[in-house]
């Protein structure tokens, strides 16, 4: 079965450290891979997709296919990057439903 | 470009009444998904909607769901009778393009079962 395992409920970190959000996924064929954000009394918004390779508010993530890993990193953290951020999946190329992980908090403190 | 709309933000009913939900796609956009949030849970896909028609529909929980989509614009999503465990947000996405796999989401809907 698809899933999306995001193993962090909430990350704490200080203004100015790395972050690392964790992403693994189980997907049987070739998957697409999105990070998702949601800040507070905002919606729902992406924040970047593996096929794109780009780097969106300074974040990057690259896919991993053997480790099946699609984690979610930032040299420098900002006050305003604290929100809550899913993981999801979808098939490749498909217009088809999104798998999300359950999402992890992102508090950075001044 | 207006994204997409839900109403109500927030809607607190009884155990055993009906709610209706509805959701405003982004102009153009054919595809229109409905996923829900439990308390505590992920986000879970319900249905998807090409147009008027639907496309899959394997996320609805029970048939006290009923999701419509009327001339292929704005949908309906009906919780009838409701249940405590119905609690929760329900979201919409839409999506323009079969081939760009990018859904942009409203909101969302507040449930809160009594």
């Known amino acids: 079965a698809q899933r999306v395992t995001q193993p962090e409920k909430l990350l704490s970190v200080f203004k100015g450290a790395p972050v690392e959000l964790k992403c693994n996924y189980s997907y049987s064929g070739s998957p697409e891979l999105f990070w998702y954000v949601q800040y507070s009394r905002q919606r729902l918004q992406l924040l970047l997709r593996h096929i794109s390779r780009e780097s969106i508010k300074g974040f990057t993530a690259d896919l991993n296919k053997g480790e099946t890993s699609f984690h979610l990193k930032k040299p420098f953290a900002q006050e305003e990057d604290s929100a809550m951020y899913y993981c999801a999946t979808a098939r490749s190329g498909n217009t088809g439903k999104l798998i999300f992980g359950q999402g992890t908090t992102l508090q950075v403190k001044p | 470009e207006a994204g997409v709309t839900q109403f109500p933000s927030h809607s607190v009913i009884e155990k055993g009444q009906t709610v209706t939900l509805r959701c405003d796609p982004i102009?153009?956009?054919?595809?229109l998904y409905w996923y829900r949030r439990v308390m505590g849970k992920e986000i879970k896909f319900l249905l998807h909607f090409v147009k008027e028609s639907k496309q899959d529909e394997s996320g609805m929980p029970n048939n006290r769901f009923l999701a419509e989509r009327t001339g292929g614009t704005y949908s309906t999503l009906k919780v009838q009778p409701a249940e405590l465990e119905d609690s929760g947000v329900y979201f919409c996405?839409?999506?323009?393009?079969?081939?760009?796999?990018?859904?942009?989401f409203g909101a969302g809907t507040r449930l809160s079962v009594l």
């Open positions: 102009s153009g956009h054919d595809n």
């Open positions: 996405a839409s999506s323009p393009r079969r081939w760009e796999n990018i859904q942009y």
